[in-house]
């Protein structure tokens, strides 16, 4: 729906008072700091049209609103003026070339300490596709299993077998896996070798099933984030005002799976994203936010990142920061 130019004029600044302090904002207030020559009836109506349409809420101790979910959304979405990152910040955001997950460590760093909230980046993602696989005897009935991938990064497992392989049957299976699966994904190679290890014998055959088993396990542990500053959102009371609160954040810090689907969703959008609790389902909590943006290495999206902060955060000051970070660690990666 869309809003007027003074009901969106009140609705900007009753948001950015709200965030700036945290209390409900009157229409007093509201007639000081929109700007808007209009008398405090006309802004009171005004107000009480944007409550029915669900923008702000009254809450029961104040004759103040509160913007919504919904308010928020507006807000980000068609009345917000992004800030430009201040000199002395942008001195601070540098991610120098180095190992790739120290730079992803650094990212997440950055983007807790300039956000004053929790950083979270998403590792790349491995593909799934061997190009060579090798298999080194260790000792009777332990095996080094070494996986190379098409960029050349190398995953090695220890296998622990039933049979005591030769260095011939190692050679002849890994030969196998090589001459007819690299390229291939470990679920193809999975799919296919079910039908064609009955020309092969149990005790090689099993051992290529357990090879490609554990080299979807390597390659999918690729898969995983790092964050940084939770305890910056302890300080944050909209987050930390009750043990009904602390639990749910922390539940989120500890098991992951919520928080790596918002990244994931948030990678296929493309762009700057703002998730806002209370209206988007993968957001645990009303009143978070998480902004998100994701990151390429060499033209490529491999994985995102962003802030994890309350829904009453500065946003025109978040939005750049995730911006600039996801630019930078991509110029990183790539050059590593």
Do not use: C, W
């Not at 029915?52 to 809420?57: C, K, Q």
């Not at 090695?156 to 260095?167: C, F, G, K, M, W």
């Amino acid at each position: 729906m869309q809003l007027e130019p003074r009901a969106q004029t009140l609705l900007k600044a009753l948001v950015e008072r709200y965030i700036a302090d945290g209390q409900p904002v009157g229409s007093r207030a509201l007639s000081k700091i929109s700007g808007l020559d209009l008398s405090p009836a006309t802004i009171r109506n005004i107000m009480a049209d944007l409550e029915e349409m669900g923008y702000v809420a009254s809450p029961h101790t104040s004759a103040g609103r509160i913007p919504t979910p919904r308010g928020y959304r507006l807000f980000v979405d068609t009345l917000l003026t992004v800030q430009h990152i201040d000199e002395q910040a942008a001195q601070h955001m540098r991610l120098p070339s180095q190992q790739p997950q120290k730079i992803i460590a650094n990212a997440a760093q950055m983007l807790s300490s300039l956000s004053q909230f929790a950083g979270v980046v998403q590792s790349p993602r491995r593909e799934s596709v061997f190009q060579q696989i090798e298999f080194l005897r260790l000792s009777e009935k332990r095996i080094l299993l070494v996986i190379v991938d098409p960029r050349g990064d190398v995953q090695n497992r220890l296998l622990h077998t039933d049979v005591d392989y030769t260095p011939g049957q190692l050679t002849q299976s890994a030969n196998y896996l090589n001459q007819n699966y690299a390229g291939l994904t470990f679920d193809q190679v999975r799919a296919r070798l079910g039908g064609e290890l009955r020309q092969l014998r149990d005790d090689m055959g099993k051992l290529m099933q357990v090879a490609v088993e554990a080299g979807s396990e390597a390659m999918a542990e690729g898969d995983d984030m790092v964050i940084a500053g939770e305890r910056n959102l302890l300080s944050v009371s909209d987050l930390s005002s009750n043990m009904s609160s602390l639990r749910q954040m922390f539940e989120m810090f500890e098991q992951k799976t919520g928080l790596m689907q918002l990244l994931e969703v948030s990678s296929k959008a493309g762009g700057v994203q703002i998730f806002i609790g209370g209206e988007s389902k993968l957001v645990p909590m009303d009143e978070m936010s998480v902004v998100t943006a994701p990151y390429e290495v060499n033209g490529r999206i491999v994985g995102t990142l962003g802030v994890i902060g309350p829904t009453r955060m500065a946003y025109e000051r978040v939005i750049p920061i995730v911006d600039i970070t996801a630019k930078l660690l991509s110029n990183a990666l790539s050059q590593s």
